[in-house]
């Protein structure tokens, strides 16, 4: 059988589209099984996602948290290194920032607020990634067994600040006190409604752009610092690396710390921007998230925005769905990630030999080269 | 030394039989994993899968044993899809591992809404459709014993089979890759690859064997968790064991022996940790809730972090195997 070898579109485009329907087709069989039509659902989910101004606003709300975590993971990734702890280095960023504005929210202007409140996002969240950075660079400790160990210790450690410490005397719910109105990220609406265009409310805020920014500094480290060279040499090959005289020990630690300050920026799109106060579980899986948004984005920050939307498009979508259909619940989300990751990580490249075969067959007449199974 | 220090420590050492079964199964599964060349971040995944589907189906037939077969079919059905994509596709081994691990966590909550409407949970099981405790023989007798009694009836005895079948899965393990011809293959698949595919064995076929070994003991140590050790499912209730058994399984150098004692060893400091509740300690005062639930991860960092953690891989584990052509 004569094969063609794909052209660069191909790849970066087909496969990945491919990989995500493979995905939703076993989505939509599930659905299925469970007794639901599938068409019905995905059409409900597209609507909530895309179908009102309030759906978009929330569709873009959600995928600035995954923006945050999905460039973590592939930060990371560049370094071959896998940080499954975006979830509690975001929940601990989150803490930074509520620190800081529970602190000075009544003292310091907002344009001083939102550095410093930045700082300690990344700051705290770099610190969370950090154990299991030196465990991994110097003693050798599996960093996916180290890091997911760290989302749990974050998570009782939440649990007891709050419950403790933050907690409003005389309160019942585990919460901070809301901050002064001055700490809070100025909200799409808001902002546009002073220019006098009419957006319908939605969590959307200012960190959407914080986001977009992040993306274009990652962007710049990864392909065009020294840096993130090095991070690429130690992800292509570590005793490449070595031999090259880079001290691949504290690329791993650089490596993660900058994993780690981004996944806890997701703290100021939720703390600062949303919720205004410090709670419970405000995370909700999107360091999870993060993981198939980089697999998707293959890792690249443009891909990671466009992938970002498409979840933040399925979490907006999924709440409609649960809403419409009950018998649906929220957590068909969190299994359609797992699809994706799995079709879009672990099974790439399994369609690439039947689309070098279709390929094969459109370019009989050009120049046709006779490709050697596999890779 | 007092009574209620005595009971203590005896109901200790008991409690520590009954936590570390599903370490101990799921650390056997790792090892027939990872010694085959198979790393298997989704033991997590499917000790949960094991235990939705276990509660699941006991709970329609009434019948436990029929809740344990369906857990292993559906293990191994994820050891098979992990198997495709790490060894038929040489996919990222981590990665197939997570998304498992992902998609279980949604759909057991999924379809648990869908079949019994009880957010997430499966009906609550009779004791009929439940691993019950047994008693060995002669415990009227033997349990008559000062301390030796007491030994035998409640830290040996006074289990539910499941807890036996850990047991003898250290033994088995031990006996399958030490002392069979298929064990010293399935070692040398886990070492060096490309030496198997020269002699004329399928890399590929004893890679999946193993994985679908892995599938039945984490299948059992999920039926263990939900209608044992518990009455009914709840959702995410493996709460990090697959992980923890991954440690014992490092901590133990990927050998069976080892590796069971050092999930006994986790199973015996959660099972102090839990009689730490709301005692006041000297000097330090008492030791906040949440500080005792995240002992175990705790533990487990900083037991991957000392000498133990850095105990060499089979060389092969995690990386695909590419015929050269």
Redesign the interface.
Known sequence: MRRQPLPAWADVILIPIINIALALLVAGAVIALIGENPFKAFSVMFQGAFGYAEGVGYTLYYATNFIFTGLAVAVAFHAMLFNIGGEGQAYIGGLGVALVLLAFDGMLPFWALLPLAIIAAMLFGAAWAAIPAYLQAYRGSHIVITTIMFNFIASNLMVYLLVNIFIVPGSMSPESRVFDSVAWLPSAHDFLARFGIDVAASPLNLSFIIALIAGVLVWLFIWHTRWGYAIRTVGFSEPAAEYAGINTKKIIMLTMLISGALAGMAGINEIMGVQHKLLLDFVAGYGFTGIAVALMGRNHPLGIVLASILFGALYQGGADLTFEMPNISREMVTAIQGFIILFSGALTYMSRPWLERLFGLFARTEATEEVPHGR | MDVSMYTEIISALSATMRVSTPLILAAMAGIFSERSGIVD?SLEGKLLAGAFISAAVAAVTGSAWLGLGAAIVATMLLSL?HG???IT?N??????G??????????T???G???FHQS?QTPSLPNTARFMPLHLPGSETIGNIPILGDIYTKILGGHNLLVYVAFLSVALTWWVLFKTRFGLRLRAVGENPNAVDTAGISVAWLRYRAVLIAGILTGIGGTYISIAQNASFIREMSA?QG?IA??AM?FGKWKPVPAMFASLMFGFLDALSIRLQGVEIAGIGQI?V??I??LP??L??AI??SFA??AVAPKADGVPY?KE?
Not at chain 2, 91 to 96: H, L, R
Not at chain 2, 98 to 107: E, L
């Open positions: 971040i899809l495709f994509a790490s596709h996919g990222n081994q981590v990665v197939s997570v998304a498992i691990n992902i998609i279980v966590s949604g759909m909550v999924v379809l809404i869908a079949w997430g990090g992980y991954l440690a490092i906040p949440q500080a639930q995240a991860y705790i487990t960092v991957l972090a953690g850095r590419v052509r």
